[in-house]
């Protein structure tokens, strides 16, 4: 009939559409079955696993496309059959053709599944590979003084400008041990030292001015409780300071003594501007003001340049200065890449091998075929 040439069949299309999905889960079941993706037991070598298997979540989009597809194809139909006139449907119609739409439809889900494999990442076997470990034990040593409230980095605190670096920082980070020390007056252990860097990232978001009641900027305590969280382990072991240097309380000999005698590096961040700003009474109570002299003048807090320089120079250490909200760190990254050439082991470690590109190549080369497909069917047309 006439009407065969512009209606698709509908029920060829689901017919190829079950073949499929039962052909490709066999094959699948097979291949994950000889594989050992089922053998708990099996070992590390010869066990297929996933490395992200939630990915396969996104294996709904392909029944989802498979309705759609089906309604498309229906919806279609039923505007041929409204006319009731056979002889005007090749005016107002293109003929089609089942098979090419089927085999279309196939190729653009077999993109899909193979895709969303590749997502998943098959892994399977281990390869060796040469690595060089570091051994750097990381101090950040960050000032939480009432001056570090002070909004004069492009109109955020100073605290917060600090936490921004320190967010960088540890996202820049690969296999270092870090520890956090916070101080003003006094200085107390935040974080000992771990690699558990989300940890650490948490951490730092909590840190507030009022976590050390006692003001002042005591470098030599927090230097000394920083140097008090490396472990005996031979390993290079570095301090990154943050700090505005208000207020500070003197660096003592011993101090110096002592850090140079473990080698510990010393970089300092020095955070604010020369022509600082006016110290808030609370942080979280803006409405309370500014914090005033006892002659009712407001506090300027400023960054102390020469302290910070001076202290870096005492320390054998590096000082950068910033007035910046998010401060460039790829200075101290630098220091800390130095810091750990000096102690790098070279290493052969096994490492799971990765089998993406399988899928991904599939995924591909489905894509191209489809583009064959419909290249030569309108030329066709």
């Known amino acids: 009939m006439l009407e065969d040439k512009f209606s698709y069949d509908i029920r060829k299309f689901w017919l190829y559409s079950f073949v499929f999905y039962i052909v490709f889960t066999a094959f699948v079941i097979t291949l994950f079955w000889f594989y050992g993706f089922f053998d708990a037991k099996a070992n590390a070598k010869n066990h297929l696993l996933f490395e992200y298997p939630y990915s396969f979540y996104l294996l709904f989009i392909v029944p989802i496309y498979t309705i759609l597809q089906f309604r498309a194809l229906k919806r279609r139909n039923k505007m041929v059959f ?12 293109n003929p089609v053709n089942t098979s090419s739409a089927i085999l279309q439809f196939l190729l653009l889900k077999s993109v899909l599944i193979f895709l969303i494999f590749a997502i998943a990442s098959p892994i399977y076997g281990k390869k060796k590979q ?10 950040i ?3 939480v003084s009432n001056s570090m409230n002070t909004k004069d980095v492009d109109g955020v605190s100073r605290l917060d400008a600090s936490k921004r670096a320190l967010s960088q920082l540890i996202n820049k980070l690969s296999g270092e041990r870090i520890g956090i020390c916070v101080f003003a007056g006094s200085a107390f252990v935040q974080l000992p030292l771990t690699i558990d860097y989300h940890a650490a990232k948490l951490f730092v978001q909590e840190i507030e001015t009022e976590m050390v ?3 002042g900027t ?4 927090a230097l000394v409780i920083s140097n008090n969280m490396f472990t005996k382990l031979k390993s290079s072991k570095g301090i990154f300071m943050l700090t505005d240097g208000e207020d500070h309380i003197g660096l003592e000999d011993s101090v110096i003594g002592v850090l140079s005698d473990r080698k510990v590096e010393i970089s300092i961040l020095g955070i604010g501007s020369e022509n600082g700003g006016p110290v808030p009474v609370d942080i ?20 102390n340049q020469e302290f910070i320089k001076s202290l870096a120079e005492k320390l054998n250490g590096n000082a950068s200065l910033t007035n910046q909200a998010f401060p460039n760190i790829n200075e101290v990254l630098t220091e800390i890449n130095q810091m750990k050439k000096e102690n790098l082991r070279n290493l052969e470690i096994e490492i799971s091998e990765s089998w993406y590109q399988i ?3 599939m995924g591909i080369l489905s894509f191209a075929l489809l583009f064959i497909h419909n290249t030569v069917r309108l030329k066709k047309k």
């Open 218 to 221: 005591n470098i030599s305590e």
């Open 130 to 139: 040469d690595v060089q470990a570091s051994n750097l034990e990381l101090v």
């Open 82 to 93: 409204t006319i009731a006139n056979p002889n005007l449907q090749p005016y107002l119609f």
């Open 141 to 143: 040593c960050l000032d």
């Open 284 to 303: 979280k109570r803006p409405g309370l003001g500014y914090k005033k002299t006892s002659g009712g003048e407001q506090v300027i807090s400023r960054l």
């Open 213 to 215: 009641s006692s003001q």
């Open 359 to 361: 899928p991904l190549v």
